[in-house]
């Protein structure tokens, strides 16, 4: 009894906030929001961390890392040893730190959940691999032979990235194809700048660069080449080619001018550096009143980018209420602080334009919950005649993609799933081709860079048992 | 980066751009378009290829100085390089054995229906080319055309040359030169493919246009390129960039072409000089 009380006494269950740019400076710029732990107050928070006998965290992992592992090292000031201890099983965890959605994977398992205080891994991740950065050189993990295999990764996002650095360090020799002018993916064009800095995802790819991983930029692979055509210089290809054409919703109006895709909105910005037009070229329109049409990370990245753009009124509608929403708690605080203002429970079912063909209203319908539905979350369901009308000049609609389809479209002999992506074996990655795996938005449509990059880590592994079958 | 081995004014504002790129040179097909950036700060521009030599590793344009991402494409030499040239994209023109087939070009679509007729003329029909120019000085490969094709019409806003006038002469001039087209396929500007798809309608006969939207990624991501075919959403880069002129909503498709008009001609307006700020 006594040794249970000293036990609870012991546990600490403030989870160390992490400093971030004040609210009325942020909204101004693009820099990033979140500004990472200062050393001490990290391995106060490593302290927190009980070190389980039996630790969970690692199992809500995607990619298995050893969680306490690294965290102990921290606590013992081995920065080092700790980022080398995620390297193992994750390259890159500056990203990771910052995007994953730790509060549904590793701190939703953490002992501490219960309490209410699990502890930030993300925060730490992040930390570790910052300090890293900071340092200036990444060391050198440990190489196998080379096997003289050779594999092609389509894709450089979070799948394709991870598959190429495992290979690599399997001793494989990996060839990524990449269709935009840059490397990064989703991780580049999707996710902006003020919440992950794309100087962090240049480090990354130079990162898995410097292991021996060739990159071919400005390659569509399908067009530019087949894959039956590359597949007669490789052994083994892994798809990664990610998210595809936007969904609309289809109403009235969605063709308007000043109606944007969310892809195509946060491409603007974020790879083509719209917001620093006339600088770089590719230009992006400064409206003052947005709607932003969803609730997830995307709906708020992009609510987020148009207050920076400048717009007066950001608005975020969603048809369900604050508690379904599906974006992480911490972007929604994000969203909210910078000052969107969010319609919860409003259906949008039509678009109202001017005589030029530009959009100039939104009508909506207000909703209410009912009975929970499928997906377990309450459905919600249009109240008769509340129809409304707000008047809008941009409206970005972000619910979702489908996969891409240009691989889908030229590749004879691939199943596809219901989603219209590839089909995989889920225990290993592999297509109806023996020789091609898959992974990422490519197979699941719009997922996370942490899933894409588990099916990369599945994927690699397979391929590896394949190529030495071989 | 990719070498530009010739970019020269074709003829006034009309560009002829050829580029090094020998994995785009040995899959492009008639109909596809290429992705260009100028420049590291460059947008991704679609440009229609007009030509290429796959043992040189060549891949040719034809395109026109608009705004500020044309203008700095204009400014290239040869010998220099652009950092992005990727493609081909866009599905390729579907080539048959249709019968007589009119192929219809206008501003830089003059060179893109090129490879189209060529390809057709070796896959059997009878090819018919008519080319569209306001004067006679803005008409170029008169001559390639003429090779490729059974019969060349053209046809001129001012009559400086051929016909005097413009598109909406084409069932008059094809019935001069006797013939009923099995299809008819359409490059150039975003109103000729209209206008040539408006006439082709009450004669029933079937008109394909390579559609020329705005892009970014070109790659079936973006969605900008959406536009209405026979009422459904569809995707110019992955979908198209053909389809049926007499299902597209014409007047969608032009206000969508005008977006960022003004932002196209924005950097025209500037210059180094600090007195222009």
Not at chain 1, 434 to 439: R, V
């Amino acid at each position: 009894m006594s040794e249970e009380k000293k036990e609870k006494k012991r546990l600490d269950l403030k989870r160390r906030s992490m400093p971030k740019q004040d609210e009325h400076e942020r909204v101004k710029n693009f820099d990033e929001v979140a500004l990472g732990y200062p050393v001490e107050t990290a391995i106060e928070e490593a302290r927190r961390c009980l070190q389980c006998k039996k630790p969970l965290c690692n199992q809500g992992c995607p990619v298995g890392i050893d969680i306490p592992g690294f965290i102990k090292f921290i606590v013992e000031g081995n920065f080092s040893a700790a980022v080398k201890r995620i390297k193992e099983t994750n390259a890159l965890p500056a990203i990771c730190g910052r995007v994953c959605p730790q509060e549904e994977q590793c701190e939703k398992m953490c002992v501490l959940h219960n309490k209410k205080a699990p502890i930030c891994i993300g925060r730490l991740e992040r930390f570790v691999a910052d300090w890293e950065a900071a340092q200036g050189k990444a060391e050198a993990p440990a190489m196998a032979a080379k096997t003289g295999r050779k594999v092609a990764v389509v894709g450089a996002g979070p799948a394709g990235i991870t598959v190429a650095n495992d290979l690599a360090l399997l001793g494989h020799e990996v060839t990524i194809y990449e269709a935009l002018h840059e490397c990064g993916g989703v991780l580049l064009y999707g996710i902006p700048e003020f919440r992950l800095p794309k100087a962090i995802v240049r480090r990354e790819v130079d990162y898995v660069r410097s292991l021996g991983v060739k990159i071919v930029t400005d390659f569509v692979v399908g067009k530019t080449r087949t894959v039956d055509k590359l597949l007669e210089e490789f052994d083994a290809m892994f798809v990664g080619s990610g998210a595809g054409l936007p969904w609309f919703m289809e109403i009235p109006g969605e063709n308007l001018n000043g109606v944007f895709s969310a892809n195509e909105y946060l491409t603007r910005v974020n790879l083509m550096r719209g917001f620093r037009f006339p600088e770089f070229d590719t230009p992006v329109k400064r409206p003052s009143r947005v709607a932003v049409v969803g609730g997830g990370n995307v709906a708020m990245d992009s609510a987020r980018t148009a207050v920076r753009l400048g717009a007066d009124e950001v608005h975020l509608v969603y048809r369900r209420s604050k508690a379904e929403l599906p974006a992480r708690a911490e972007e929604v605080e994000n969203a909210e602080e910078e000052g969107v203002i969010f319609d919860l429970l409003t259906l949008p079912i039509g678009l109202i334009g001017d005589e030029h063909g530009w959009l100039r209203e939104l009508e909506c319908l207000r909703m209410e919950l009912g009975e929970p539905d499928a997906s377990g979350r309450r459905k919600p369901i249009p109240v008769k005649g509340s129809n409304f009308r707000v008047p809008f000049e941009a409206l970005v609609m972000a619910i979702g993609n489908g996969p891409n389809p240009l691989i889908p479209m030229t590749t004879p002999g691939l199943t596809l799933n219901k989603k219209g992506g590839i089909q995989t074996e889920e225990a290993t990655g592999q297509t109806s081709r023996p020789d091609i795996w898959a992974g990422g938005d490519i197979v699941r449509g719009a997922a996370t860079v942490i899933s894409a990059m588990g099916d990369g880590r599945v994927a690699a592994a397979a391929i590896h048992r394949y190529l030495l079958g071989k | 980066m990719y070498r530009i081995i010739e970019r020269r004014m074709i003829v006034p504002n009309l560009h002829e751009f050829i580029v090094e790129a020998p994995a785009v040179a040995e899959s492009v097909k008639p109909g596809n378009f290429v992705i260009v950036r100028p420049d590291d700060a460059g947008e991704r521009i679609p440009l229609s290829v007009a030509d290429w030599d796959a043992s040189a590793g060549t891949v040719t344009s034809i395109f026109m100085q608009v705004g500020g991402s044309t203008a700095k494409l204009a400014r290239l030499k040869p010998g220099a390089a652009v950092p992005t040239f990727a493609g081909p994209l866009g599905k390729e023109t579907e080539i048959g054995a249709f019968g007589t087939v009119l192929c219809v070009g206008g501003c830089y679509g003059i060179g893109s229906i090129y490879p189209i007729a060529r390809a057709l003329k070796e896959a059997g029909n009878t090819v018919i080319t008519l080319l569209e120019a306001r004067s006679s000085y803005l008409l170029y490969w008169e001559d390639k055309l003429a090779a490729v094709s059974d019969k060349l019409i053209i046809v001129t806003r001012d009559g400086t040359k051929g016909a005097k006038g413009h598109i909406d002469r084409i069932p008059e001039l094809l019935q001069r030169a006797g013939a009923v087209p099995d299809r008819v396929i359409v490059n150039g500007c975003t109103f000729q493919l209209m206008r040539t798809a408006e006439i082709t309608k009450p004669l029933g006969w079937k008109t394909i246009v390579n559609m020329n939207p705005i892009m970014i990624d070109g790659t079936g991501m973006c969605g900008v390129c959406r536009l209405s075919v026979a009422g459904k959403m569809k995707f110019a880069c992955v979908d198209g960039p053909d389809f049926d002129g007499h299902e597209i909503d014409w007047d969608e498709f032009l206000a969508r072409r005008k977006t960022y008009n003004p932002e196209e001609v924005d950097p025209l307006r500037r210059s180094s000089c600090r007195s222009h700020f």
